[in-house]
């Protein structure tokens, strides 16, 4: 226990100059930016006289070198204090509250079904190999593999919004049509459908070629073997044995994939009018409000840093021979 | 006699001959672009919304620009992007991850860190930021996909160099006297090509998704013509007309097939002891 302990304070240690090193970067490309916060509110308040432009720089610091703006914009952050949005008029902190939900539950669907169908589709083409099961999910996998996230999303709202029927296109829910209770759940789970298969398709695509070969990978090692001579069934190898130790390269990606999921999330929630952070970057980047756009981009580098570590954690709890090295 | 067998290797994948196949079709289309359509792919050639295999053989889009000039025009556009940011991410990646694995010690430290640092970053939004804030033109979108691209290089040359490093042939170099550089890039580096070439290889197709991805967000450059600004064109019509979104996207997917079936062919051939995936 003190060891796995150990292995975790260790690596927390490591995440703290990526942290600053981020927080750095961000700094810095806000400062490449066009404009600044002086400049943005001098145009709000139209023609300014450069008098009122000069003191607001100093109300802001930005006529302090440029260390120590630096300093100042650590400590912001670290403070939770990331500014204010005067396209928006409203806290960058609260924008971004209002809008993680939807977010996150558009990430955690996806999440869900890429390595439930990616782990099954992939346990499903290894264990009928070269079989025309395995040759279709191959196939399918390549494809998918190359399609333009936004286009499949496009395509999808083709078939089954406009040709079907079946499916709304857009937003999150039916607003207008004010449901509670569970009516309010089953209509968001409606929406939800393309904008989650949509994002999802991509990793399933990558988890199911992973899984198959991992498992093929396993299935040739000398443990399986052994657990053939004990006189074990095929079904316990291929379930207790192979399937435990071929998922570790897919739980590894799972930390890769949260950070491209943001990404995908902002084609995605522009695609579908889906109203999350990802449309929230969108907007934010034809406003040119540089500073909420930096601070998605600095959360979504934090999240990605914050799920690895868990999948490290994870990692010790499947596989004990981690900590020891 | 080695490129014989290289090719026969190559040639064994049926899949990556259908991969060479498609990407010899999208050369063939780019590079005839200006001898078939003439003129200015933004140019307004007849009626909006004509239906394909009319007149003109795609169709017209909602401005009345003819669909198959941009298709030809665009083909140029993504491979070029595509192969001139994969070069540049090579370019860093290899530099770094050489200089990491030649040295080791406090120089493979640092440049590690920084390498950890861009990997952390989620890539898509760091391409986004770094376009919105150059302003989009064709170098910003090269250079975003070039800076987000080039850790898993340096990573992989890193890797090389580390096992290379240790060789009898490196030994003999120092016993020679050759000088780091010579050593690093003369003797080393050219040991890494195969696995460079692969991982290149299939980083062009993913740099062709990333530029459509960002031209059709409107963060591509307005002069020219390419796959991803004509779905984003076509994507208020959805209802009318679908096909203006529907056929660029087949040529990209078909491209960016194409390339990671060749990339694929390619890894069996050259690194015939690593068959991942």
């Known amino acids: ?325 | 006699m080695i490129r014989a067998s290289l090719w026969q290797r190559f040639a064994a994948s049926r899949s990556g001959l259908i991969g060479l196949a498609i990407l010899v079709l999208v050369l063939i289309l780019a590079a005839s672009a200006p001898v078939f359509f003439p003129g200015d792919p933004f140019a307004i050639v007849d009626k909006p919304f004509l239906p394909p295999f009319g007149t003109h053989l795609l169709g017209t889009d909602s401005l009345g620009r003819d669909m198959a000039a941009g298709i030809a025009h665009g083909a140029g556009t993504s491979l070029m992007i595509g192969l001139v940011a994969t070069l540049a991410a090579l370019f860093i990646g290899t530099l770094i991850g050489a200089f990491a694995g030649f040295y080791g010690g406090l120089v493979d430290n640092l440049l590690m860190r920084l390498t950890e640092l861009f990997q952390t970053i989620p890539s898509f939004i760091f391409a986004i930021v770094l376009v919105a804030i150059l302003s989009p033109s064709l170098s910003s979108t090269i250079i975003a996909i070039a800076v987000v691209s080039w850790p898993p290089i340096a990573r992989l040359v890193r890797g090389e160099f580390l096992s290379l490093r240790r060789r009898e042939f490196v030994e003999a170099a120092i016993v020679l006297g050759m000088g780091d550089l010579q050593m690093i890039f003369r003797q080393i580096l050219p040991n890494c090509l195969s696995a460079i070439i692969v991982t290149g290889s299939l980083l062009v197709a993913t740099a062709i998704l990333v530029e459509s991805a960002l031209a059709f967000l409107g963060l591509g450059d307005p002069n020219i013509m390419s796959w991803g600004f004509m779905i984003g064109a076509g994507r208020t019509y959805l209802r009318t007309a679908w096909w203006l979104c529907a056929i660029p996207g087949i040529a990209i997917l078909l491209t960016v097939l194409a390339i990671n079936l060749v990339g694929e062919g390619l890894n069996d051939a050259l690194n015939p002891r690593l068959r991942t995936l």
């Open chain 1, 1 to 325: 226990m003190t060891a796995r302990l150990r292995f975790i304070l260790g690596r927390l240690v490591q995440a703290v100059p990526i942290v600053l090193g981020i927080i750095i970067l961000n700094f810095l490309l806000l400062h490449l930016a066009p404009g600044d916060v002086a400049t943005v509110l001098a145009g709000e308040a139209g023609g300014a006289p450069p008098e009122y432009v000069a003191q607001l720089r100093h109300d802001f610091g930005l006529d302090q070198p440029l260390w120590i703006q630096l300093l100042l914009y650590i400590k912001n952050i670290l403070s939770l204090d990331l500014g204010y949005s005067f396209r928006q008029s409203m806290p960058v902190l609260q924008l971004i509250l209002e809008r993680l939900g939807p977010t996150l539950l558009l990430m955690g669907t996806t999440l869900l079904i890429s390595v439930g169908f990616g782990v099954l589709l992939g346990l499903i083409a290894a264990m009928r190999v070269r079989r025309w099961a395995d040759t279709m999910i191959s196939i399918l996998a390549i494809i998918a593999y190359a399609t333009p996230l936004f286009w499949i999303g496009l395509m999808l709202i083709v078939l089954f919004s406009i040709k079907l029927d079946w499916l709304p296109t857009t937003g999150m829910e039916t607003v207008a049509a004010f449901y509670e209770g569970w009516d309010r759940v089953l209509d968001i789970a409606w929406h939800l459908v393309l904008p989650a298969l949509t994002l999802s398709l991509f990793y399933m695509a990558l988890y199911t070629r992973l899984m198959r070969a991992a498992m093929l990978e396993q299935a040739g090692m000398e443990y399986v073997t052994t657990a053939r001579a004990k006189g074990l069934t095929e079904r316990r190898i291929t379930f207790r044995h192979i399937l435990r130790n071929a998922f570790l390269p897919v739980l590894t990606i799972v930390g890769v994939q949260i950070g491209s999921l943001l990404g995908g999330s902002v084609i995605v929630e522009a695609v579908f009018a889906w109203p999350g952070l990802g449309q929230l970057a969108f907007q934010s980047l034809f406003a040119r409000d540089f500073n909420l756009l930096l601070v998605i981009f600095f959360l979504s580098a934090g999240l990605v840093v914050i799920v690895n570590l868990v999948v490290d954690v994870i990692y010790t709890l499947l596989d004990p021979r981690i900590e020891a090295r």
